[in-house]
């Protein structure tokens, strides 16, 4: 037999799909369709990366599969092709972003091509297509119609190397995330997209959309929701009122200054008042300017030192205690959030306590801290009542050494200090004292701190109730080592254990105590959490939940809803993007392009270089710019800045599935048939902003009736990224990266993807690893050697071939390729023990294989002299009867003692066998009575822990 000539084999398949188009989707109604799609790529100069390779070929693998089961798959691939490299290389070589462009994308196609991946390269779109853009533009102008798109001089982010405005989320810790430099602001007339619009409806249908867990959380914190009120507060002798927004009007009574943005407009009118009531102007003036140079995220950076500057002359009233307080800018506090200003309550905030300690500003408290347990053992029972109980909880300290009395419970896996109810009549302190005799014996304890309140919601085991317990904190000294008798039935509820403040990090139970803990450490910082209000007038008593709302009515406050998201700055001045249709006239001021006349194509011009004062390299172009007024017909000039990178990628999943449509972005028909997309994989670093972007327009385009659904993507997946052999990223300028070129030439396409596939799970990074591939060629080269013969399998074959089936089905539907892969290397390994495998046997692996080695796979089939091509077979099909039981019951044993029986698979690993057990409810139970010091399986039979009670 010839040997395995990769290079042949998988020019002669590529040719021959290429030449029967074998991937083209055509719309079939009598097929399930299925709708793929990966994140379209930037066409760059330094070509395919290995990483594109590994989600496209997931997705290819699903894609053959899927069509080999009969649904009528659209795989589509197009090019994200506007974008700062092509534009900068213009600025520095002269060649037109436009030529280069082309050659990237030629490039790329021949890669890929080149990897035998079944996109439908009929539908392939480009954004910098005029017969493409003109459908963003179009869109934009829809927008701009339903009052989505705006004009508004804003504070941007201003890059001075690439002299370019940058979204919020371009910026990465004060730099451009491009080429490092360090942010400026700048005020600039922006095009804006009014997104926030959207932000309840693009934060609530994220439940209705199948995305990986990290995919949605990171969403949702972006669009940021946020309740609380509104209350104003007014500045003494004038009768000016300013707007501050918190999420906790329950603190009011604690809030001892104010703070403005250094934005606020209400400094500015002051300021530019002859005669300001702000006696230090001009140093207000100069921090103001100051701050206005710093990126919001550098301003509200966590453990930054805090700055700002008192007003003097002036200052607020807090409406509740009606008291003066001091007022300041800062610019810890954005002028874009909330209302650009804040009441500051530094004993129950972060950042205001780190404030108001550099500045000497008093702080009061108001909030006693309550904490209800919501972890085991101990965890409130829902819908079951409480009782109140006045308790004490004290902590008795050694006479001699640093060591603390705890309790060890018996009944249940506590650790506490002593604990107890006040009786009627006790004081606090008698009544701890007696708790403390009563249960340790010792009868010298003197008291040195008392902590106040602490309030904690539990569920009492022991007592099986649920028990609000309000407990005065109190810290005692032992004189000596007096010590009575304890009582048996104290002695059996508990035991008596010295611990070092170590040791009571890791002891206590419940928050409450940790809480003390932390009071007598000194590491509690404000109490931020919810409490029961102290010090607040009325509302002393309430719990934080409670005053929220009844203090807000009280100060005629509102209760509002906000969101972080803000509105999308949709200009850039730069030359290589779509141009915003919009023409603006002296008379009728901004007027959109009649529709007719788009596309609004981009001129040539000689420079691409954005000029000095900022502006595009369009405004450069009188002859383009100067255009008449679609309403008076009269002399009018053109919108010269155009589009950012993420307009066109927001809609072309809709293209695909009409692209060569003049009269609509795409028919409803077409629509209607593919969308929405049915599964889309893509980088983690796209999870934010594109999806968002893209949620957004298809949002719009659905309330105005042009595409069918609400979500455009009903399932996202992620890949992990690939690293350099070493674990760095891979980079050019490293010298690191490997080329997706060479490896097709020196071990084939075919090894490539089955080598990504293996290379670990898909959504964790992994490191290149060249000696791997070469196991993964050897693979396929026996593969090829395989004897096809007529020995009938055996028994334990089939029964292996059956799970394979089964195996190799599931798991690419989750993409564990990597367990994909090794199955088929599990089965080939018993198909090589036989004489030879029989044709029905052969067929199914070769089918089973096909999806990750397609070229091989079609050789071998051909070879083999079998109908058709093995592309085009029906999906293999297990039969159940066939598999073997696939678990064996195991038992758990916690300290010797059977405690459950687990189902495991007779092949699961020790690892896999100990998290089983340890995520099995009734094992919990025993575990969590001590820590675990050792446990053991023994393969198919038994797992047996040992712990050691605390
Ligand atoms: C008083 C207060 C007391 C607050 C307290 C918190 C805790 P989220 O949840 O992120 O929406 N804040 C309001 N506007 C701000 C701005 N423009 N810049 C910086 N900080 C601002 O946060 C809302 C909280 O952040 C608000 O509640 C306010 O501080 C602060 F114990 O008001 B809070």
């Known amino acids: 037999m010839a040997a395995y000539d990769h290079k042949k084999i998988e020019k002669k398949w590529q040719e021959r799909w290429e030449a029967s188009q074998a991937f083209r989707a055509v719309e079939d109604t009598t097929r399930e369709k299925n709708y793929l799609l990966i994140e379209f790529p930037y066409p760059s100069g330094e070509g395919l990366h290995v990483g594109h390779v590994r989600s496209w070929t997931a997705l290819d693998v699903v894609a053959r599969k899927r069509r080999a089961q009969g649904k009528n798959v659209l795989y589509p691939i197009g090019w994200d092709a506007f974008g700062l490299p092509a534009e900068n290389y213009a600025i520095k070589t002269g060649i037109h972003p436009k030529i280069v462009t082309k050659q990237n994308t030629d490039n790329f196609r021949r890669q890929i091509k080149a990897l035998g991946i079944s996109f439908d390269w009929s539908r392939e779109v480009n954004t910098t297509d005029p017969a493409y853009y003109k459908w963003t533009q179009w869109i934009f102008l829809q927008l701009y119609k339903n009052n989505l798109a705006y004009k508004a001089k804003i504070p941007v982010n201003w890059c001075p190397k690439d002299k370019i405005v940058l979204a919020n989320e371009e910026v990465i810790d004060g730099a451009c995330e491009r080429c490092g430099t360090l942010v400026e602001k700048r005020e600039k007339e922006q095009w804006m997209l009014a997104i926030t619009k959207y932000a309840q409806r693009l934060y609530d249908d994220l439940d209705t959309v199948e995305y990986i867990e990290r995919a949605k959380v990171q969403q949702k914190n972006w669009i940021g929701p946020s309740e609380g009120a509104e209350i104003d507060f007014e500045i003494a002798d004038t009768k000016k009122k300013i707007k501050i927004f918190t999420t906790r009007p329950d603190t009011l009574f604690g809030a001892t200054y104010m703070v403005l943005a250094p934005e606020h407009p209400w400094l500015a009118e002051e300021l530019a008042k002859s005669q300001p009531g702000i006696e230090n102007a001009e140093e207000v003036r100069a921090y103001i300017t100051e701050a206005k140079q710093k990126s919001d995220i550098d301003r509200s950076a966590e453990g930054k030192e805090k700055t700002g500057v008192e007003l003097k002359g002036v200052s607020a009233i807090n409406p509740a205690t009606k008291e003066n307080i001091p007022l300041f800018v800062a610019d810890y506090v954005l002028g874009n959030y909330g209302t650009g200003a804040i009441m500051a309550v530094p004993a129950h905030d972060e950042r205001d306590g780190e404030f108001a300690a550099k500045f000497h500003i008093k702080s009061k408290d108001v909030l006693e801290p309550f904490y209800t347990q919501t972890t085991e053992p101990g965890k409130v029972r829902e819908g079951e009542p409480y009782d109140h109980r006045d308790a004490i909880i004290a902590v008795v300290k050694h006479w001699k050494e640093e060591k603390y009395i705890a309790l060890r419970w018996k009944e249940v896996a506590w650790g506490t200090f002593i604990t107890g109810g006040i009786e009627k009549g006790q004081t606090a302190e008698e009544a701890a004292k007696m708790e403390i005799r009563e249960e340790t014996g010792f009868l010298t304890p003197e008291l040195v701190t ?210 060569a449509n003049t009269k609509e972005f795409a028919s409803q028909e077409r629509l209607t048939h593919w969308t ?204 159940a009867s066939k598999i073997l039981a696939t678990t064996v019951p195991v038992a758990v044993q916690v300290n010797g003692k059977l405690r459950a029986t687990i189902e495991l698979s007779p092949t699961a690993g020790e690892e896999e066998a100990l998290s089983a057990a340890r995520a099995d409810a009734q094992v919990q139970k025993w575990l969590v009575l001590g820590k675990e010091v050792k446990a053991v399986y023994v393969a198919g039979k038994i797992i047996s822990f040992v712990i050691r009670q605390v």
């Open 676 to 879: 929405p997309v049915d599964w889309y994989n893509g980088g983690m670093e796209h999870t934010v902003l594109h999806l968002l972007y893209s949620r957004f327009w298809h949002k719009f385009l659905y309330d105005i009736k042009l595409v069918p659904t609400a979500e455009p993507y009903m399932k996202r997946t992620s890949h992990g990224l690939i690293l350099a052999e070493g674990g760095e990223k891979m980079s050019k300028s490293k010298g690191n990266s490997v080329s997706p070129d060479t490896i097709v030439e020196t071990y084939g396409a075919d090894s490539l993807r089955l080598y990504e596939m293996f290379l670990g799970p898909f959504d964790q990074p992994v490191a290149w690893n060249t000696p791997a591939i070469i196991g993964v060629r050897r693979f396929l080269e026996r593969v090829w050697k395989l004897e096809v013969g007529d020995t009938p399998a055996s028994a334990a074959v089939e029964t292996l071939l059956h799970q394979t089936i089964k195996k190799v089905t599931e798991d690419i539907e989750n993409l564990k390729m990597n367990t994909v892969v090794s199955s088929l290397m599990i089965l080939l390994n018993a198909l090589e023990e036989q004489p030879s495998v029989s044709q029905d046997v052969y067929k199914i692996f070769l089918q089973l294989l096909a999806p990750l080695a397609p070229h091989l796979t079609s050789e071998l089939w051909e070879k083999a002299g079998f109908e058709s091509e093995v592309t085009v077979q029906p999906w293999p099909q297990f039969d």
């Open 450 to 659: 008392d902590y106040g309140l602490v309030h904690g919601l539990f569920y009492h085991v022991p007592k099986k109730v649920n028990r609000f317990a309000h407990a005065r904190a109190l810290v005692f000294k032992l004189k000596d080592n007096s010590q009575d008798a304890v009582a048996a039935e104290e002695a059996a509820r508990h035991e008596v254990v010295w611990l070092t403040i170590e040791e009571l990090k890791k002891f206590l139970t419940p928050d409450t105590h940790l809480h003390i803990l932390r009071l007598m450490t000194g590491t509690q910082g404000p109490f931020t959490g919810e409490g029961i209000l102290k010090d607040s007038g009325d509302f002393t008593g309430l719990t934080s939940e409670e005053a929220k709302k009844k203090i807000t009515d009280a100060v005629g406050g509102t209760w509002v809803k906000t969101f972080k998201l803000r509105d999308w700055v949709f200009s850039r001045q730069r030359y290589w993007g779509e141009p915003i249709p919009m023409i603006y006239c002296e008379k009728d001021g901004w007027q959109p392009v009649p529709e007719d006349q788009l596309p609004v194509t981009l001129p040539e011009v000689e420079k691409y270089q954005p000029t000095d004062t900022g502006e595009s390299p369009l405004a450069a172009m009188e002859a383009w710019v100067a255009t008449t007024c679609p309403t008076c017909q009269g002399p009018a000039r053109r919108e010269t800045d155009v589009m950012p990178n993420w307009a066109g990628s927001s809609w072309y999943y809709l293209r695909y599935t009409d692209p």
